[in-house]
């Protein structure tokens, strides 16, 4: 048996890159990596300040049910009325897109494991970008591509994409 019988890791991700249906779904995925990073940050900005808007509407709602509750004295009404005054200009910027944050919050994207691995693609992205921002970077052709095809880190993410553009590829026929 020659060295070159032997196989490789590499010899597997050549395979798969060999795939036209996997090139084209990792090309989906890089063509659409600035919006998936843009999601990605949007979506654990949104998480952060969740339970601070969740807090704020309920501190809101509390003032105007204790006010409700306790005598109708001038102060408790007025309180009421700011509390209202202050809620007002978020409710119809609500109103307006309450399908799709019904439809957001419904979805499976605010599940833990899917905000964990998009968080990590952000931060991902964000390192890269960091990285090689502003820099001309030369990756040095094809072979030194290759070479780095042995790299544990290139590898993993290799095959978390092409597992992803098989999984993603699959699901965009069927829907």
Do not use: C, W, Y
């Not at 990590?120 to 090689?132: I, P, V, Y």
């Amino acid at each position: 048996m020659t060295a070159a019988d032997i196989p490789t890791d590499t010899d597997a991700l050549a395979a798969m890159l060999a795939d036209p249906e996997i090139r084209e779904s990792l090309a989906v995925i890089l063509a659409n990596a600035p919006s998936l990073a843009a999601l990605a940050s949007m979506s654990t900005a949104l998480l952060q300040r969740g339970p601070e808007i969740s807090d704020n509407i309920n501190d809101l709602v509390a003032q105007l049910r204790d006010s409700t509750e306790e005598s109708h004295e001038v102060g408790n009404v007025r309180d009421a009325v700011k509390a209202l005054s202050e809620l007002a200009p978020l409710t119809s910027t609500l109103a307006e897109r309450k399908d799709t944050i019904q439809g957001f919050l419904d979805s499976p994207i605010l599940r833990p494991e899917i905000i964990d691995v998009v968080g990590n693609l952000g931060e991902a992205a964000l390192e890269a970008d960091k990285q090689t921002k502003g820099r001309q970077v030369d990756s040095g052709g094809v072979f030194s591509l290759v070479k780095q095809l042995k790299n544990p880190d290139i590898q993993e993410t290799l095959s978390f994409l092409l597992a992803f553009a098989r999984v993603f590829g699959a699901r965009q026929r069927s829907s």
